[in-house]
């Protein structure tokens, strides 16, 4: 059962249907953490996650008439970020392709193996190191696998609403996360073993 959103959002979400600048700026405040983790979790470039998580915004306050209440105002939002961020990962594929060459070298034509370390604000100093390895792990997860993962893991989203955000089975996102947590080891191993070596 989808618990109803607080009066307050509501009454929030009913002025910004008015275009009232005020309420989106509320939203905007209320939800900018929250969007620009979800984003950072999945396009793993903190000036990327600041592009996307404004787009969300802009698409919020010009879709706000397409939520209807069914889902939970956090859930409605939740898929929007997660939308706008597969777009971009879709967007940067495409120019990746064009520029691969040229990205496999450096400044003086060196080779260039591992991408800039990629930090995510949750995460303490003392484990920046870990969480670079971990973020290159879950980057080469499937994608609903690290949808799944950078939710429940990053977020601390349960089960049921991460099953409403990517409209899909409790059981479904279950065994999702229980594929994401083998391929995780896996990769992780194989850095483990290279950098040993």
């Known amino acids: 059962m989808i618990n109803p959103a607080p009066l307050s959002e509501w009454i929030l979400i009913d002025q910004l249907k008015q275009k009232d600048e005020s309420a989106f700026k509320k939203i905007v405040e209320t939800w900018q953490d929250m969007v620009f983790n979800t984003v950072l979790g999945i396009v793993q470039s903190a000036e990327d996650a600041e592009d996307v998580a404004q787009e ?8 706000i008439h ?6 939970k105002f956090s859930t409605w939002l939740y898929r929007i970020a997660i939308t706008k961020s597969m777009d971009h ?3 940067k594929k495409r120019k990746k392709r064009f520029a691969f060459v040229q990205s ?29 390895v971990l973020f290159k792990a879950i980057e080469k997860l499937p994608q609903n696998q690290k949808t799944a993962f950078v939710l429940h ?17 409790v059981s479904s996102i279950e065994s999702l996360l229980h594929r994401a947590k083998i391929n995780l080891k896996k990769n992780l191993t194989e850095y483990y073993q290279n950098t040993n070596q």
């Open 56 to 63: 969300v915004f802009v698409q919020v306050y010009e879709s």
């Open 66 to 71: 397409s939520f209807k209440g069914e889902s």
């Open 89 to 91: 990962l879709r967007r």
């Open 104 to 132: 496999l070298f450096g400044a003086n034509n060196e080779v260039v193996h591992d991408p800039p370390d990629f930090h995510h604000p949750g995460v303490t100093l003392d484990n920046k190191e870990k969480s670079a």
């Open 153 to 169: 893991k990053i977020e601390g989203i349960s089960y049921q609403q991460i099953s409403e955000i990517m409209n899909t089975s």
